[in-house]
């Protein structure tokens, strides 16, 4: 097998590689609780990203995470009381575990951002029938990687449209400008079903159900580099299980409870 026919990631490992690093880092951050090491975690993922040369995608999408870590820290601070209260019904217990949440959430968030950067869709169902998952089964999940730009296509395309039509996305307060998004779910739902109805339809009449094994040019092997981040993966999840298992990635807040 000649080098240039094997199937390598941007970052030069094999897409097996980048899933196993998906995988094992929701892994340890579901496993850790206590904020130091969740920063410790979240710092591994973004070093990754950085060392894979993806780090700038963030830039795209900062939007999202900063959503998701001040809707976390208000709601949590709100209903999860502790017996450290402020401003009447906020409580710090409930505000670290807000933040607890936020750096899990959106550490996930860039791990799954630097994945889908850094493998494609073919690269992806290429991974999962080298891993023993069926051929027709991974398949449908490269395809629904696929669909993620094509749904953030078509609703750019829409509210393009409608602005031309006389709607100001950025009039208003924020609950106003927020209210205005929630019509242009509508158009970019059903033509995601009807697109997919169709590709059904394409691989239907070319024969997709009758094929049991598909077949790839490019073949995947494991390098060095491949083996020594996996070797990392492994001792990082042994030693978040070992912090879970012995309650030390446990959250530390005083006297959390639930209700008032």
Known sequence: MRESDRLRCENGLDPRTNLAVLVASFAILVLLWDIGWLAVAAGCVLLFGLVSG???VIRRFWLIPLIVAVFS?????IFLVGDTIFLTFFSVEGMLYG?????????????GLFYVTLVSPDELAISLRKLGVPYRLGFSLSYAMRLFPFIMKEAGQIARIQKSRGLDLGAGTFRERAMKYI????PVFLTTIRNTNNVTMALESRGFSAKKKGDTYL????AFQDWL???VMIVLTAGAVYLHVTGRASFDGAALRWGG
């Open 229 to 231: 981040v996996l070797i």
């Open 73 to 77: 820290v208000v709601i949590w601070s």
């Open 99 to 111: 933040v607890a949440n936020a750096i899990k959430l959106d550490a996930m968030i860039f791990a």
């Open 183 to 186: 019509p242009l779910l509508t």
């Open 219 to 222: 073949k995947l092997k494991m």
């Open 54 to 56: 993806v780090l700038s």
